[in-house]
C-alpha cells in the first residue's frame, strides 16, 4: 500500500469528544397514515437527516442471506478479491485502507474494504459510456455460485424502498409527490450498492487518527443502511461543535437506517440536513450494506423550488448530478495506478 501517511492535523481536537446514544425517528412504509410519516420524516429531515425505516418489505431472511453473501466474498483470499479490483467505473472490490474520508483527522484511509454493484448497463449500450453507467464486474461463479443473482435482487428491491421513501420526501419538501419518480431523475438513477466489512481486531481511536471509516457525509440524495447487530455507527448534528458531540445509531434488526446526502442537502438550500458519521470499530467483524441512490447522470441539482424565497434565494449555482459525484468520488478514494505494480 502506498498511500502516503499523514499526520492528524489537530489530533487534541480529535480526543476532545463526547459520546451518547442517539434517538432516531422511525418511519414505518407499512402505516397508511401517510401524514404522520411524512411528519416524522420531515422532523428528521430538520433535525438530523438520520432515520430508520421499518416494514419496508425486504424480508428479514433475504437481508441475512445478502450478509451472508458478501461474507462470501470477504472471506477469499486477497489475490482472488484483487481480481475484481474497482475500476474507473467505480465497481468491484476497494481493499483496506483504500478510502481516506477525513483526511485532516485520519492517520491513514478506513479499516473497512467493500465493494461496489453499479446499475448493469452493457458494454456495447450507448449510456454505458456515461461516469457511473456500464457493466458490473462480478467474482467468478465457479468461485462463489449464485452470488451475482443474490447481490442484483438485492439492488432491484433496494431500488423500490428508496423511490418509496423519496416519494415522502417530495411531501416533506411541499413537492409533489412523484416528483423525484420523473424519467430525469429517479426514473434511470445512478444506484450503487455497497457491501462493507469492517475487520476483526481493529480498534478505532481517534485521538491517533485510527477509524473503522472517517467522519463523513453521504455524496448523493439518500443511502440506505444495513448493518448487522455489531454497533460502531456514530453521527454529529453539529460539525463545528467545541467538544463535538459523537451520538451511537443502534443497528435495528432488519431494519434500513436512511441518511440524506450532501446533493439533496444543497438541492433543499440547506434546509435538509446531510450530517456528519463516522464507524468507530470495537474490534469485533462488522458488516453493512450501504445503498447509495442518486438521480439520474444528467440531472440538473438546482435549488427546488420550495425551498427559496426573496429572503432565502439560492445558496449554489445549478449542477449536473454526474459532474458533482465524480468530483466527490474523486475527492475520497485512492488513485487507481497505485495498485498496477505486480497486478495480472
Ligand atoms: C458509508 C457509511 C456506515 C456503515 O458507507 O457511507 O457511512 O455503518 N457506512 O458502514
Ligand atoms: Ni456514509
Given at each position: ?17 463526547v ?29 438530523c ?16 442471506e ?65 461516469p ?7 467474482p ?20 423500490e ?5 423519496a ?15 420523473k424519467?430525469?431523475?429517479?426514473g ?96 469485533q ?12 447522470h ?39 495506478t ?7
Amino acid at each position: 500500500m502506498v498511500m502516503k501517511p499523514r499526520a492528524p492535523a489537530d489530533a487534541a481536537a480529535a480526543v476532545d469528544e463526547v459520546i451518547r446514544p442517539s434517538r432516531l425517528n422511525c418511519i414505518d412504509l407499512s402505516s397508511s397514515d401517510v401524514r404522520e410519516s411524512v411528519s416524522l420524516l420531515k422532523q428528521a429531515c430538520l433535525d438530523c437527516g438520520f432515520f430508520y425505516v421499518v416494514n419496508h418489505g425486504i424480508s428479514w431472511e433475504f437481508m441475512k442471506e445478502a450478509f451472508e453473501q458478501s461474507k462470501r466474498f470477504f472471506d477469499l483470499p486477497l489475490s482472488e478479491k484483487m481480481r475484481v479490483l474497482r475500476n474507473e467505473k467505480h465497481r468491484g472490490y476497494t481493499p483496506l485502507l483504500d478510502e481516506l474520508l477525513d483526511p485532516d483527522n485520519q492517520l491513514h484511509g478506513d479499516y473497512k474494504e467493500g465493494y461496489y454493484i453499479g446499475v448493469e448497463v452493457p458494454e456495447d449500450d450507448p449510456e454505458a459510456n456515461k461516469p457511473f453507467y456500464g457493466p458490473n464486474v462480478w467474482p467468478d461463479s465457479g468461485v462463489l455460485p449464485g452470488w451475482r443473482e443474490i447481490m442484483e435482487k438485492y439492488h432491484r428491491e433496494t431500488l423500490e424502498v428508496a423511490r418509496r421513501v423519496a416519494r415522502i420526501i417530495a411531501l416533506a419538501l411541499d413537492l409533489d409527490i412523484d416528483f423525484f419518480d420523473k424519467p430525469e431523475m429517479l426514473g434511470k438513477p445512478i444506484a450503487t450498492l455497497r457491501l462493507l466489512r469492517y475487520g476483526s481486531g481493529q480498534i478505532s481511536d481517534p485521538s491517533q487518527g485510527i477509524f473503522g471509516a472517517g467522519a463523513h457525509s453521504d455524496y448523493g440524495l439518500i443511502t440506505l443502511l444495513a448493518t448487522d447487530d455489531v454497533p460502531g455507527l456514530q453521527i454529529c448534528k453539529d460539525r463545528d461543535a467545541t467538544p463535538r458531540i459523537w451520538e451511537d445509531v443502534a443497528p435495528i434488526k432488519g431494519a434500513f437506517i436512511v441518511n440524506l446526502g450532501d446533493m439533496l442537502e444543497r438541492w433543499s438550500n440547506c434546509i435538509f440536513k446531510s450530517t456528519l458519521h463516522r464507524v468507530l470499530g470495537n474490534g469485533q467483524e462488522r458488516y453493512s450494506i450501504a445503498y447509495f441512490m442518486e438521480p439520474s447522470h444528467d440531472c440538473l441539482v438546482e435549488c427546488l423550488p420550495t425551498c427559496k424565497s426573496e429572503k432565502n434565494p439560492p445558496m449554489f449555482p445549478p449542477i449536473t448530478c454526474a459532474t458533482y459525484l465524480s468530483q466527490r468520488y474523486s475527492d475520497t478514494h485512492a488513485d487507481l495506478t497505485q495498485y498496477k505494480t505486480g497486478q495480472t
